[in-house]
C-alpha cells in the first residue's frame, strides 16, 4: 500500500517533459495519453523506473498523484522514499496495466496539478494492433482492415508531427482514434497492420492527415466544408452505398429548445447571449450535401449562426450523428425533432463505403485511392 509521506524539506526535482516520440532505429514512436488522474493503479513484471529495476517478479502499485500544501506536484512509488515528478517505467514483459487495462510498450507519469498525466509510448504498429478492431470490426473484410491501417497510421504520424512540444501525440479516443491496448486486439487486426506496415499516405512528400468517418451519407465532404479550414489535398467524392437502408444510417432525435440552448451554451460563447430560442433556420452547404450553418433566433429576435459542426458537437456527436439533417420544428410547443442520416463528419474515408468496395473485390490500395484520391501510398522514411 502506498504512503504518503509530506517530506517537504527534500527539494523536489525540476519539473520534467516527455520527450517527444522519435524515429530511431527506423522505429516510430507514439505518445498516446491514458489522461491525468489523481489514483493510479499499476501492475506488471520485473518493472523498471527511470532505469533502475525496483520490483522483482510481480508488481503491483497504487499511485497518488496529489499536491501537498504547497502546491508541489510529485509522487512516490511503493517502497521508495524518492519523490518523482516525472518516471518513465518499463518491464522486460513489454505489457503493463494501467487501471486494469493492458498496453504494450512504456508508461510514463508526470505529476501536474491535476494528477498524474499518464503516457504511453509504443512502436506505431503495436499503436495501431490496439486500434484497428476499435475504428472498424475485424469481421470486415481484411483489405478495408488493411485501408484502415494505412489511414490510421498517417492520422497518427500528422498529429505526431504536429505535437512535438505537446506532451503526447495523440488521444485514444474519437478526439483523434479509439485505442485500447491490447485487449482490443484480435488476429485480424495484426495481420492488417503488418502486412501493411510502414506504409503511409502522402501528399507533396508530406505525411496526409488521413481522416476518416463511419458514414458519409451518399457524398464525402472537405476540411473546408466542415470545419471551416482549408487543407489541401481534399475532394469530395460520390459514394454509392447509401441507397440501401442498412448503408443510410438514419437517425433522429428530438430534443426543446431549452435543451438545444443549455447544450450551445456549454461550448459556445456567442450562444450565451441567447436567453431564449424561438426558431431554428438550416443553411446548405453551397457545394456539397450537409448542412453549414444553424441560424438561431431567440424570442428578442436576435439572430445568431453556429456552424453546422459545432451545433453537432454541442448535441453530442453519437447522437446527432452527422450534419446531414433536417428540422421538423413546432414553435407552439417549443420542440424540434433532428432527421438525419450518415454518421461522422464526412472528410475522407467512408468507412462503410471501405467496407462495401472491399466486398466488390478491390484492394486496399483501390479503396484508399478512391477515398484519398489526391493522397499516394508511400513508405515510411
Ligand atoms: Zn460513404
Given at each position: 500500500?502506498?504512503?504518503?509521506?509530506?517530506?517537504?524539506?527534500?527539494?523536489?526535482?525540476?519539473?520534467?517533459?516527455?520527450?517527444?516520440a522519435t524515429q530511431s532505429n527506423s522505429i516510430q514512436l507514439v505518445r498516446v495519453s491514458l489522461g491525468t488522474h489523481s489514483k493510479v493503479f499499476l501492475n506488471s513484471i520485473d518493472l523498471i523506473a527511470n532505469g533502475e529495476k525496483i520490483f522483482e517478479g510481480p508488481a503491483y502499485l497504487d499511485l497518488r498523484c496529489t499536491q501537498n500544501k504547497y502546491g508541489e506536484n510529485y509522487f512516490y512509488l511503493p517502497g521508495s522514499q524518492k519523490r518523482y515528478t516525472l518516471v518513465n517505467l518499463q518491464s522486460p514483459s513489454?505489457?503493463?496495466?494501467?487501471?486494469?487495462?493492458?498496453?504494450?510498450?512504456?508508461?510514463?507519469?508526470?505529476?501536474?496539478?491535476?494528477?498524474?498525466?499518464?503516457?504511453n509510448t509504443l512502436p506505431i504498429e503495436q499503436y495501431l494492433f490496439g486500434l484497428i478492431n476499435k475504428e472498424m470490426p475485424s469481421s470486415w473484410p481484411m483489405e478495408a482492415l488493411k485501408a484502415q491501417a494505412v489511414a490510421a497510421r498517417s492520422y497518427a504520424l500528422s498529429r505526431i508531427e504536429k505535437r512535438k512540444n505537446l506532451p503526447f501525440d495523440v488521444e485514444p479516443t474519437t478526439a483523434d482514434q479509439v485505442y485500447e491496448g491490447v485487449k482490443a486486439e484480435t488476429a485480424k487486426a495484426r495481420q492488417a497492420v503488418m502486412?501493411?506496415?510502414?506504409?503511409?499516405?502522402?501528399?507533396t512528400g508530406k505525411v496526409f492527415t488521413a481522416y476518416f468517418h463511419a458514414n458519409c451519407g451518399g457524398k464525402t465532404d472537405t476540411p473546408e466544408n466542415v470545419w471551416g479550414r482549408k487543407e489541401a489535398g481534399f475532394t469530395s467524392v460520390y459514394c454509392p452505398f447509401h441507397k440501401n437502408k442498412t448503408n443510410k444510417n438514419s437517425w433522429s432525435i428530438s430534443l426543446s429548445f431549452d435543451q438545444i440552448g443549455a447544450a450551445l451554451r456549454k461550448i459556445s460563447s456567442q450562444?450565451?447571449?441567447?436567453?431564449?430560442?424561438?426558431?431554428?433556420?438550416?443553411?446548405?452547404?453551397?457545394?456539397?450535401?450537409?448542412?453549414?450553418?444553424?441560424?438561431l433566433s431567440d424570442t428578442s429576435g436576435r439572430q445568431l449562426e453556429i456552424p453546422a459542426a459545432e451545433f453537432r458537437?454541442?448535441?453530442?456527436?453519437?447522437?446527432m450523428k452527422s450534419t446531414i439533417f433536417e428540422l421538423d420544428q413546432n414553435t407552439k410547443t417549443n420542440e424540434v425533432k433532428i432527421r438525419g442520416q450518415g454518421y461522422g463528419h464526412g472528410v475522407g474515408?467512408?468507412?462503410i463505403g471501405a467496407k462495401q468496395l472491399a466486398i466488390l473485390g478491390k484492394t486496399y490500395r483501390e479503396i484508399l485511392s478512391f477515398y484519398y484520391p489526391l493522397a499516394q501510398i508511400s513508405l515510411l522514411k
Open positions: 500500500m502506498f504512503l504518503y509521506i509530506l517530506a517537504v524539506f527534500f527539494s523536489v526535482p525540476s519539473y520534467g517533459a516527455i520527450a517527444p513489454q505489457i503493463i496495466s494501467v487501471n486494469k487495462m493492458p498496453y504494450r510498450g512504456t508508461i510514463t507519469l508526470q505529476a501536474s496539478p491535476e494528477g498524474c498525466l499518464v503516457v502486412s501493411t506496415r510502414n506504409q503511409i499516405l502522402e501528399r450562444a450565451k447571449s441567447v436567453i431564449k430560442i424561438a426558431r431554428l433556420d438550416t443553411r446548405p452547404e453551397k457545394n456539397g450535401n450537409r448542412q453549414a450553418q444553424v441560424l458537437q454541442a448535441l453530442g456527436n453519437t447522437k474515408m467512408c468507412q
